[in-house]
Nanobody, 122 residues
Framework: QVQLVESGGGLVQAGGSLRLSCAAS????????MGWYRQAPGKQRELVAT???????NYADSVKGRFTISRDYAKNTVYLQMDSLKPEDTAVYYC????????????????WGQGTQVTVSS
């Protein structure tokens, strides 16, 4: 089992920045990929960004050029740097992880954090 704990959410004005962190614990040696999803009120959960066990990343079109995902293997932590935030980025952001490479590339994640709220005011 893997436990994921997010931090770093909050309230920020449009154009501002936030950095989310997600610390992994438990059976972390089996993790292949990690990522971030978000869910806004009344909407389905959507992929934001993912990173594999190397340096390959993937981003939703809506955040490309504004968000950066990174992974610190020494700290077992994944980050999401969010710049140029927009009100439409308001959502609960969830950290996720997966053990299988096949599941990673088909976006079938095994583990989820509890979520952290990001609110962007206009």
């Amino acid at each position: 089992q893997v436990q994921l704990v997010e931090s770093g959410g909050g309230l920020v004005q449009a154009g501002g920045s936030l950095r989310l962190s997600c610390a992994a614990s438990g059976s972390i040696s089996n993790i292949y990929g990690m990522g971030w999803y978000r869910q806004a009120p009344g909407k389905q959960r959507e992929l934001v960004a993912t990173i594999d066990n190397g340096v390959m990343t993937n981003y939703a079109d809506s955040v490309k050029g504004r968000f950066t995902i990174s992974r610190d293997y020494a700290k077992n932590t994944v980050y999401l740097q969010m710049d140029s935030l927009k009100p439409e980025d308001t959502a609960v952001y969830y950290c996720t992880a997966v053990n299988s490479a096949l599941d990673y590339y088909t976006n079938k994640f095994d583990y989820w954090g509890q979520g952290t709220q990001v609110t962007v005011s206009s």
